[in-house]
Protein backbone atom coordinates (compact mmCIF):
# COMPACT_ATOMS: atom_id res chain seq x y z
CA UNK A 1 0.00 0.00 0.00
CA UNK A 2 2.26 2.99 -1.38
CA UNK A 3 5.16 2.35 0.66
CA UNK A 4 8.20 0.71 -0.42
CA UNK A 5 10.54 -1.85 1.79
CA UNK A 6 13.41 -0.22 -0.07
CA UNK A 7 13.19 3.00 1.34
CA UNK A 8 12.88 2.00 5.20
CA UNK A 9 15.81 2.73 6.67
CA UNK A 10 17.34 2.70 9.99
CA UNK A 11 15.29 5.56 11.15
CA UNK A 12 12.16 5.01 9.98
CA UNK A 13 9.37 4.29 11.93
CA UNK A 14 6.61 1.73 11.51
CA UNK A 15 2.89 1.47 12.40
CA UNK A 16 0.15 -0.99 11.67
CA UNK A 17 -3.59 -0.93 12.05
CA UNK A 18 -4.44 -4.29 14.64
CA UNK A 19 -7.52 -5.59 13.31
CA UNK A 20 -9.73 -8.63 12.52
CA UNK A 21 -10.97 -8.24 9.67
CA UNK A 22 -8.02 -5.72 8.22
CA UNK A 23 -7.95 -5.64 4.46
CA UNK A 24 -11.06 -3.34 4.04
CA UNK A 25 -9.00 -0.96 6.13
CA UNK A 26 -8.14 2.59 4.26
CA UNK A 27 -5.51 3.89 7.40
CA UNK A 28 -2.59 1.95 5.57
CA UNK A 29 -3.34 3.90 2.32
CA UNK A 30 -4.05 7.04 3.86
CA UNK A 31 -1.33 7.46 6.72
CA UNK A 32 1.41 6.15 3.68
CA UNK A 33 0.07 9.17 1.57
CA UNK A 34 0.08 11.76 4.25
CA UNK A 35 3.61 10.61 5.46
CA UNK A 36 5.24 11.01 2.35
CA UNK A 37 3.53 14.60 1.40
CA UNK A 38 4.20 16.31 4.83
CA UNK A 39 8.17 14.81 4.52
CA UNK A 40 7.71 12.58 7.17
CA UNK A 41 10.26 9.32 7.35
CA UNK A 42 7.83 6.44 8.25
CA UNK A 43 5.55 3.01 6.92
CA UNK A 44 2.22 1.86 8.29
CA UNK A 45 1.07 -2.14 7.34
CA UNK A 46 -2.59 -4.19 7.98
CA UNK A 47 -1.40 -5.96 10.88
CA UNK A 48 -4.34 -8.88 10.81
CA UNK A 49 -4.23 -10.40 14.60
CA UNK A 50 -6.50 -12.45 16.24
CA UNK A 51 -5.57 -12.31 19.74
CA UNK A 52 -3.83 -8.87 20.40
CA UNK A 53 -2.37 -10.08 24.11
CA UNK A 54 -0.90 -12.58 22.13
CA UNK A 55 0.44 -10.25 19.71
CA UNK A 56 2.09 -7.52 22.54
CA UNK A 57 3.21 -11.08 24.06
CA UNK A 58 5.32 -12.05 21.18
CA UNK A 59 5.60 -8.17 19.40
CA UNK A 60 7.97 -6.63 21.20
CA UNK A 61 11.03 -7.48 19.61
CA UNK A 62 9.12 -5.91 15.68
CA UNK A 63 9.98 -2.14 16.69
CA UNK A 64 7.28 -0.84 16.21
CA UNK A 65 6.39 3.15 17.05
CA UNK A 66 2.14 2.82 17.54
CA UNK A 67 -0.72 0.78 16.29
CA UNK A 68 -3.88 2.09 15.35
CA UNK A 69 -6.63 -0.70 17.10
CA UNK A 70 -10.03 -1.79 15.20
CA UNK A 71 -12.47 -4.16 15.27
CA UNK A 72 -12.65 -6.89 17.33
CA UNK A 73 -9.67 -5.45 19.92
CA UNK A 74 -10.67 -2.12 21.18
CA UNK A 75 -10.95 -3.25 24.25
CA UNK A 76 -8.84 -6.13 24.67
CA UNK A 77 -6.17 -3.27 23.78
CA UNK A 78 -6.58 -1.70 27.25
CA UNK A 79 -5.18 -4.36 29.10
CA UNK A 80 -1.85 -4.43 26.58
CA UNK A 81 -1.15 -1.37 27.56
CA UNK A 82 1.22 0.28 30.16
CA UNK A 83 -0.64 2.93 30.51
CA UNK A 84 -4.08 4.59 29.59
CA UNK A 85 -5.38 7.85 29.06
CA UNK A 86 -8.06 8.90 31.99
CA UNK A 87 -10.76 9.34 28.93
CA UNK A 88 -10.31 5.66 27.27
CA UNK A 89 -10.02 4.56 30.42
CA UNK A 90 -13.85 5.70 31.51
CA UNK A 91 -14.72 4.61 27.89
CA UNK A 92 -13.25 1.27 28.43
CA UNK A 93 -12.17 0.69 24.88
CA UNK A 94 -8.47 2.16 22.93
CA UNK A 95 -8.07 2.84 19.18
CA UNK A 96 -4.69 4.10 19.61
CA UNK A 97 -1.21 3.05 21.04
CA UNK A 98 1.78 4.74 21.39
CA UNK A 99 5.26 3.49 22.17
CA UNK A 100 7.52 5.74 23.90
CA UNK A 101 11.14 5.29 22.38
CA UNK A 102 12.68 5.86 25.58
CA UNK A 103 11.43 2.66 27.41
CA UNK A 104 9.56 0.66 25.00
CA UNK A 105 6.39 1.58 27.12
CA UNK A 106 2.63 1.34 25.43
CA UNK A 107 0.22 4.45 26.39
CA UNK A 108 -3.47 3.51 25.00
CA UNK A 109 -5.78 6.37 23.56
CA UNK A 110 -8.92 6.95 22.47
CA UNK A 111 -9.78 9.33 19.08
CA UNK A 112 -12.39 7.82 18.18
CA UNK A 113 -14.70 9.95 20.30
CA UNK A 114 -13.55 13.21 19.34
CA UNK A 115 -13.68 11.75 15.64
CA UNK A 116 -17.07 10.86 15.65
CA UNK A 117 -19.06 13.82 18.06
CA UNK A 118 -17.52 16.73 16.35
CA UNK A 119 -19.00 14.85 12.79
CA UNK A 120 -22.73 14.71 14.13
CA UNK A 121 -22.25 17.88 15.60
CA UNK A 122 -21.31 19.39 12.02
CA UNK A 123 -23.77 16.96 10.65
CA UNK A 124 -26.51 18.49 12.85
CA UNK A 125 -25.54 21.81 11.87
CA UNK A 126 -26.83 21.42 8.50
CA UNK A 127 -29.89 19.06 9.46
CA UNK A 128 -33.25 21.00 9.02
CA UNK A 129 -34.40 19.51 12.79
CA UNK A 130 -31.71 21.90 14.20
CA UNK A 131 -34.12 24.12 16.10
CA UNK A 132 -34.99 24.01 20.22
CA UNK A 133 -32.10 21.89 20.52
CA UNK A 134 -28.87 24.36 21.59
CA UNK A 135 -28.76 24.89 25.12
CA UNK A 136 -26.52 26.23 27.44
CA UNK A 137 -24.16 23.60 27.22
CA UNK A 138 -23.29 24.54 23.42
CA UNK A 139 -23.80 20.92 21.67
CA UNK A 140 -26.38 20.00 19.13
CA UNK A 141 -27.33 16.62 21.02
CA UNK A 142 -28.03 18.73 24.12
CA UNK A 143 -31.16 17.13 25.02
CA UNK A 144 -31.66 14.91 22.12
CA UNK A 145 -32.37 10.83 22.10
CA UNK A 146 -29.13 9.47 20.97
CA UNK A 147 -29.72 6.02 19.98
CA UNK A 148 -26.74 3.80 20.02
CA UNK A 149 -26.94 0.29 17.59
CA UNK A 150 -23.84 -1.77 18.99
CA UNK A 151 -22.23 -2.25 22.62
CA UNK A 152 -18.69 -2.80 21.58
CA UNK A 153 -15.65 -0.70 22.28
CA UNK A 154 -16.60 1.80 19.25
CA UNK A 155 -20.28 2.17 20.96
CA UNK A 156 -19.24 3.12 24.35
CA UNK A 157 -16.66 5.84 22.83
CA UNK A 158 -19.84 6.72 21.02
CA UNK A 159 -22.47 6.73 23.69
CA UNK A 160 -19.95 7.88 26.52
CA UNK A 161 -19.26 11.31 23.90
CA UNK A 162 -22.78 11.80 23.36
CA UNK A 163 -23.55 11.66 27.11
CA UNK A 164 -20.59 13.93 27.51
CA UNK A 165 -22.54 16.41 25.32
CA UNK A 166 -26.12 16.39 27.40
CA UNK A 167 -27.90 13.77 25.20
CA UNK A 168 -29.81 11.02 26.24
CA UNK A 169 -29.01 7.49 25.55
CA UNK A 170 -30.64 4.12 24.75
CA UNK A 171 -28.35 1.56 23.67
CA UNK A 172 -29.89 -1.31 21.18
CA UNK A 173 -27.85 -4.46 21.10
CA UNK A 174 -28.08 -8.01 19.40
CA UNK A 175 -26.86 -9.04 22.89
CA UNK A 176 -29.39 -7.79 25.27
CA UNK A 177 -26.97 -7.67 28.35
CA UNK A 178 -23.90 -6.34 26.85
CA UNK A 179 -26.75 -3.33 26.39
CA UNK A 180 -27.66 -3.43 29.52
CA UNK A 181 -24.00 -3.16 30.90
CA UNK A 182 -23.13 -0.37 28.97
CA UNK A 183 -26.22 1.64 29.40
CA UNK A 184 -25.93 1.16 33.09
CA UNK A 185 -22.13 1.93 32.75
CA UNK A 186 -23.14 5.27 31.05
CA UNK A 187 -26.21 6.09 32.11
CA UNK A 188 -29.14 5.68 29.64
CA UNK A 189 -31.44 2.77 28.82
CA UNK A 190 -31.18 -0.87 27.23
CA UNK A 191 -32.85 -2.31 24.08
CA UNK A 192 -32.09 -5.89 21.88
CA UNK A 193 -31.88 -4.87 18.56
CA UNK A 194 -34.97 -6.89 17.72
CA UNK A 195 -36.80 -3.69 19.44
CA UNK A 196 -35.13 -0.91 17.99
CA UNK A 197 -37.90 -0.03 15.47
CA UNK A 198 -40.61 0.76 18.74
CA UNK A 199 -38.81 3.61 20.13
CA UNK A 200 -41.61 5.98 20.91
CA UNK A 201 -40.27 8.89 18.48
CA UNK A 202 -39.51 12.40 19.00
CA UNK A 203 -38.11 15.07 18.30
CA UNK A 204 -34.97 15.24 16.85
CA UNK A 205 -33.64 11.73 17.64
CA UNK A 206 -30.39 10.38 16.38
CA UNK A 207 -29.62 6.97 15.32
CA UNK A 208 -25.61 5.82 14.86
CA UNK A 209 -25.09 2.09 14.13
CA UNK A 210 -21.95 1.12 15.27
CA UNK A 211 -21.40 -2.46 14.30
CA UNK A 212 -20.14 -4.18 11.15
CA UNK A 213 -24.33 -4.50 9.93
CA UNK A 214 -23.90 -3.58 6.59
CA UNK A 215 -19.70 -3.50 6.32
CA UNK A 216 -18.58 -5.27 2.89
CA UNK A 217 -18.87 -7.76 1.49
CA UNK A 218 -22.41 -7.57 3.26
CA UNK A 219 -23.42 -4.60 1.85
CA UNK A 220 -27.39 -5.69 1.80
CA UNK A 221 -27.76 -5.99 5.27
CA UNK A 222 -28.70 -2.84 7.74
CA UNK A 223 -29.74 -2.70 11.13
CA UNK A 224 -33.26 -1.35 10.73
CA UNK A 225 -36.14 -1.22 8.75
CA UNK A 226 -36.69 1.51 6.16
CA UNK A 227 -40.10 2.53 7.18
CA UNK A 228 -38.48 2.75 11.43
CA UNK A 229 -36.02 5.18 10.14
CA UNK A 230 -38.53 8.05 9.61
CA UNK A 231 -38.20 8.84 13.34
CA UNK A 232 -35.12 10.32 13.25
CA UNK A 233 -33.41 13.48 12.37
CA UNK A 234 -30.18 11.98 11.84
CA UNK A 235 -28.37 9.05 11.45
CA UNK A 236 -24.78 8.07 11.06
CA UNK A 237 -22.92 4.81 10.73
CA UNK A 238 -19.13 4.41 11.80
CA UNK A 239 -18.89 2.47 9.00
CA UNK A 240 -16.70 3.80 5.60
CA UNK A 241 -16.27 0.79 3.34
CA UNK A 242 -18.83 1.19 1.79
CA UNK A 243 -19.07 5.16 2.06
CA UNK A 244 -23.09 4.92 1.53
CA UNK A 245 -23.95 2.01 3.43
CA UNK A 246 -27.64 1.00 3.07
CA UNK A 247 -28.72 2.19 6.43
CA UNK A 248 -27.28 5.45 5.20
CA UNK A 249 -28.64 5.58 1.82
CA UNK A 250 -32.42 4.37 2.95
CA UNK A 251 -32.02 7.32 5.69
CA UNK A 252 -31.56 9.59 2.96
CA UNK A 253 -34.31 8.45 1.19
CA UNK A 254 -36.15 8.87 4.00
CA UNK A 255 -35.36 12.65 3.65
CA UNK A 256 -32.94 12.21 7.27
CA UNK A 257 -30.11 13.66 7.56
CA UNK A 258 -26.78 11.32 7.18
CA UNK A 259 -23.30 11.58 8.79
CA UNK A 260 -20.76 8.95 7.07
CA UNK A 261 -17.90 7.21 8.69
CA UNK A 262 -15.67 8.51 6.68
CA UNK A 263 -16.19 11.82 8.72
CA UNK A 264 -15.31 9.94 12.32
CA UNK A 265 -12.64 8.00 10.04
CA UNK A 266 -11.12 11.68 9.13
CA UNK A 267 -11.82 12.72 12.74
CA UNK A 268 -9.87 10.36 14.22
CA UNK A 269 -7.06 10.02 11.86
CA UNK A 270 -5.65 13.04 12.56
CA UNK A 271 -6.08 12.99 16.19
CA UNK A 272 -3.49 9.77 15.52
CA UNK A 273 -1.60 11.59 12.68
CA UNK A 274 -0.42 14.20 15.67
CA UNK A 275 0.37 11.75 18.29
CA UNK A 276 2.05 9.48 15.81
CA UNK A 277 4.69 12.03 14.65
CA UNK A 278 4.02 14.96 16.89
CA UNK A 279 3.54 17.30 13.74
CA UNK A 280 0.19 19.10 13.25
CA UNK A 281 -2.44 17.62 11.33
CA UNK A 282 -3.01 18.62 7.38
CA UNK A 283 -6.69 18.24 7.57
CA UNK A 284 -7.55 18.74 4.13
CA UNK A 285 -4.90 16.56 3.07
CA UNK A 286 -6.42 14.03 4.69
CA UNK A 287 -9.92 14.74 3.27
CA UNK A 288 -8.34 14.89 -0.33
CA UNK A 289 -6.89 11.23 0.50
CA UNK A 290 -10.14 9.58 1.30
CA UNK A 291 -11.85 11.40 -1.22
CA UNK A 292 -9.58 10.14 -3.64
CA UNK A 293 -9.61 6.75 -2.40
CA UNK A 294 -13.60 6.02 -1.53
P1 LIG B 1 -15.78 -2.94 18.45
O1 LIG B 1 -14.93 -3.06 19.67
O2 LIG B 1 -14.98 -2.50 17.28
O3 LIG B 1 -17.01 -2.12 18.63
P2 LIG B 1 -16.96 -5.53 19.07
O4 LIG B 1 -16.60 -5.37 20.50
O5 LIG B 1 -16.73 -6.85 18.42
O6 LIG B 1 -16.21 -4.45 18.14
O7 LIG B 1 -18.51 -5.12 18.94
C1 LIG B 1 -19.21 -5.39 17.80
C2 LIG B 1 -20.67 -4.97 18.02
O8 LIG B 1 -21.37 -5.24 16.81
C3 LIG B 1 -21.37 -5.74 19.11
O9 LIG B 1 -22.33 -4.89 19.70
C4 LIG B 1 -22.07 -6.88 18.32
O10 LIG B 1 -23.22 -7.40 18.96
P3 LIG B 1 -23.13 -8.53 20.10
O11 LIG B 1 -22.77 -7.82 21.38
O12 LIG B 1 -24.46 -9.15 20.13
O13 LIG B 1 -22.05 -9.49 19.64
C5 LIG B 1 -22.46 -6.14 17.07
N1 LIG B 1 -22.61 -7.01 15.90
C6 LIG B 1 -21.63 -7.50 15.10
N2 LIG B 1 -22.14 -8.23 14.10
C7 LIG B 1 -23.50 -8.20 14.25
C8 LIG B 1 -24.60 -8.75 13.52
N3 LIG B 1 -24.41 -9.49 12.42
N4 LIG B 1 -25.85 -8.50 13.97
C9 LIG B 1 -26.06 -7.76 15.08
N5 LIG B 1 -25.06 -7.20 15.82
C10 LIG B 1 -23.79 -7.41 15.41
Given at each position: ???????????T???G?I????S??K????Y??V?K??G?D??????????????????????F??????I?????????????D??????????C???????G???GF?????????????G??????N?????????????????VI?A??AS?A?AY????R?AR????NR?Y????????I?????????????????????????T?I????????????KH??????L???A?????????L???????????????MF????Y??????T?????KE?????M??H?
Amino acid sequence: HLYNFRQIGPHTKVFGVISKPVSHSKSPKLYNEVFKSVGFDGVYAHLLVDDIQKFFQTYSSLDFAGFSVGIPHKEAALKCCDEVDPVAKSIGAINCIIRRPADGKLFGFNTDYVGAISAIEEGLKGSHNNSGKNTTSGSALAGRLFVVIGAGGASKALAYGAKQRGARLVIANRTYDRARELADIVGGDALSLDDLPDIPPEDGMILANTTSIGMQPKVDDTPISKHALRSYSLVFDAIYTPRVTRLLREAAECGVTVVSGLEMFIGQAYEQFEKFTGLPAPKELFRKVMENHS
